[in-house]
């Protein structure tokens, strides 16, 4: 008799915490889905800087335009690194369109620092007189914001 309540007592154990599960995924899992969600660069600088409905929509268009700008510049880094890396099939690597190539590369990367800087400095003209002393911390913060997150080492 004892197998047979000991057999019970855990299947009733087993049930409960079964149920308790389902409970909890119920009714807290959509709290769960952006748990480990990293929160965008454009909610911080947002909330950092307390921008009012017509910043925001401010911001937004500068965020497209500079999304667009960054995207074709990155265009041209695909592009142009297909070209060096396609100079390795040849025999008889040419040094001089190999430097060539990586010194194209080097201009466009720097355009797309002039670039996210130029941004930066639009978003702060969006500021008003007392959001100044906000964007000035956040430029502390700008490069940890902006980094991609680290990969998880599972």
């Keep these: 008799m004892n197998k047979i309540k000991l057999l019970t007592f855990s299947v009733i154990l087993l049930l409960i915490l ?8 119920v009714f807290y899992g959509n709290q769960l889905q ?3 969600k ?11 800087l307390g921008f009012d409905e ?6 937004q268009e500068l965020i497209h335009w500079h999304r667009g700008n960054i995207d074709n510049l990155q ?3 695909r592009n142009t690194k297909q070209e060096l890396y396609s100079e ?6 040419d040094n001089k369109t190999k430097d060539s ?4 590369l080097a201009n466009i990367q720097k355009e797309i620092e002039i670039m996210h800087f130029k941004h930066f400095q639009d978003i702060k003209k969006l500021c008003k007189k ?12 700008l490069a940890k914001i902006f980094s991609k997150p680290k990969p998880r080492n599972d």
Excluded: A
């Design 101 to 104: 190539l990586i010194n194209k």
């Design 38 to 48: 990293r929160i965008e660069p454009k909610e911080i600088i947002i909330k950092k």
């Design 130 to 141: 007392e959001q100044l002393d906000r964007f000035n911390d956040l430029t502390q913060e």
């Design 88 to 93: 390795l099939v040849k025999s008889d690597v």
């Design 75 to 77: 265009e041209q880094i």
């Design 34 to 36: 952006g748990f480990n």
């Design 54 to 59: 017509q910043q925001v929509k401010e911001y």
């Design 18 to 25: 079964n149920i308790s599960t389902l409970v909890f995924f």
